[in-house]
């Protein structure tokens, strides 16, 4: 397997077959015609193909952008697994406190607690991909794509904020209440990590590199 073709079959990884095949033909031909221009003026095989791969991009990112333009529902899909995941990961650790400062009781979570958190987080997880997206569109720097330093920077920063209140009266905050203080990162960062997972299940196949490195013939 030539070093272009290895390179392609990582772009169009899991895309459905006939548009893989479709996309694969024009593809080829756009790079190999680009090689060649760059020999022609005088770069070696080896040369040209890094350069060319090297001008295209990188073929996981390129992965995921062909994998979100074809598939605009993995976003909606993403979002609804996350605020599920969110919410879930805030009981849990909800259930875990009350248990741990009063194991005597019989510790439940209340359904209008649930079906409550529920939405709050689907409240602010919307606003917060809102903004994003509209951050992302608006504004075209390689920094605003990073998740973790657009949604859990700010929670840490107001988890600090809160911290003051703690610190100030940490009489106010027996049997595990000060963990409300820090609800927002806490949640933000089991946010992104149900982003992350559902990215690394659906979005970010890696398959096994082919070490087979030829040049084009």
């Known amino acids: 397997m030539n070093e272009l073709e290895r390179y392609l079959q990582q772009i169009l990884a899991d895309l459905p077959q006939v548009e893989r095949e479709e996309m694969h033909e024009e593809l080829y031909a756009h790079l190999v015609e680009h090689m060649n221009d760059l020999m022609s003026n005088g770069y070696s095989e080896k040369e040209a193909a890094h350069l060319v791969i090297q001008s295209f991009g990188n073929e996981q990112s390129l992965n995921q952008e062909l994998k979100r333009a074809m598939f605009p529902w993995l976003k909606i899909a993403r979002f609804v697994w996350s605020v599920f995941f969110v919410t879930a990961f805030l009981c849990l650790v909800s259930y875990f ?10 510790n439940t979570l209340p359904v209008e607690s649930v079906v409550g958190g529920f939405f709050i987080v689907l409240f602010v997880a919307g606003a917060a991909e809102a903004i994003y997206e509209g951050l992302n569109q608006q504004f075209n720097l390689k920094w605003l794509r990073n998740t973790w ?18 610190i100030n009266h940490p009489d106010q905050y027996p049997d595990g209440l000060w963990l409300d203080l820090f609800a927002i990162p806490i949640g933000a960062f089991a946010y992104l990590l149900a982003r992350q997972i559902f990215t690394l299940l659906f979005l970010n196949k890696k398959r096994p590199k082919d070490k087979r490195r030829t040049l084009i013939r």
């Open 97 to 106: 406190s009350m248990e741990f400062y009063h194991p005597e009781f019989a």
């Open 149 to 166: 330093l657009l949604f859990f920077v700010p929670a840490l920063i107001v988890g600090a904020i809160q911290s003051r209140s703690l």
